[in-house]
């Protein structure tokens, strides 16, 4: 079951090519991955400080399929691809919504996430009530 | 009459002082002039391509109260301070909406936009029926 | 006496206008900044360790002359304004170099920043040796 | 034979967590592709001039080892793994330089580029004269 956000392109998103810079759509990702959590519950900031850890990004692949440009609507999805015990593999996609009601798929990728402490910045087992929300 | 837009606090919005990094105002306050814009039927891009023109912007003036963190929601809003023929003035507020319903404000300032001609990137007057909007 | 720092501008820089996306010269502004402290001696990274204080930015000001593009070479000086127990006020400026020699004026402002003690993210005085190392 | 190029770290690079934002090594990656290109004569702006042409990111894969906190010296590599004439690969890698002269692995990737008829946004095959300076 996958969730689904709206983000809109804004000036800030794009470059001088007149498309959204490529590394923006990790900050899209991102923003999904966080209502996701947040629809389930979580609050990234509440959870640091009740649990003392966080999710960090262990790795990121991205593909590339269209440019977005200034004032698209696009949709970005998210679903559980991989749960591990150290990790998660999140897979993401982010659509143009057209006019005609029709979604061009413009980039998609899968993002792998951890759990760290953040005192000790060191990797630890994802909590197990963490773990249970996603199933 | 002011419009009103919110806006959601992510990671990429945060810096190592725990807070909204100040230049993202800046984004946020656009955001917020898009969308009034969007909301009185334009779309920049399409304007770019009719006209031949955009707005830039001329000058900024931001004063900085409280911080915003993560995960917080904020309102941003755009009033028209005033109106020239060459040059637009828009007071602008980002405030946090409290979970206690009150509001605190975070950051305010002012934004200057002018009309460019955008192959000559020239100022120009600004075309008459955008400014009739605004009336 | 003012101090300069080289800034190039790179992809990430721009928007879909074709020029630097207004809000990074607040960026670029404070790189300056964060070299001078460099170049006094000062890591902010270090300074928080020490002290528990930090530089926060509490008003900008900020106009633009003139647009700069992908892969022209910036000059961004900053020099101290007013200098007070509680806040300091820096005059910084962004400057093209151009390829005869020239400077040409694209941005200037002034940036109030004040000093925070960041358990309690209350405004502090500012430690007597930092205001010494800018006389 | 690889290309070298520092990177800085500065407040904006970093989030609420006190590291590096994730996203942000894509920029440092291609802060250092495009002085790699410099370095061999092309500037891309001109380059998009003259040719109608530019590069454009296919794909990126990103692993995260360790990370970067704010003032942290980076030194960012860049090295050719695969040239085909529609798309290159570039091997990339973040490195922190420690005081001791010892350097750490923060980040390393792999980004395809390919080569974009701008008019009509389109893969074309790279020009030659820009594929061997690559030889």
């Known amino acids: 079951m996958s969730f689904h956000f709206p983000v809109r392109v804004y000036w800030e998103d794009t470059d001088a090519g007149g498309i959204v810079f490529y590394a923006n759509y990790l900050k899209f990702f991102e923003r999904a991955r966080t209502e996701w959590l947040r629809h389930l519950g979580l609050q ?11 999710f960090v990004v262990i790795d990121t692949q991205l593909k590339y399929h269209r440019p977005a440009q200034l004032d698209d609507m696009l949709e970005v999805s998210a679903i559980m691809q991989d749960k591990g015990r150290a990790s998660l ?26 759990w760290v402490n953040v005192e000790k910045m060191k990797p630890e087992r994802i ?5 249970e929300l996603f199933s």
């Open 44 to 54: 990234q900031q509440a959870l640091k400080q009740e649990t003392g850890g966080m």
């Open 89 to 114: 593999v999140i897979a993401q996609q982010a659509q143009r919504l057209e006019i005609n009601g029709e979604r061009t798929l413009l980039c998609e990728g899968s993002i792998r996430i951890g």
């Open 127 to 131: 909590p197990a009530q963490l773990l």
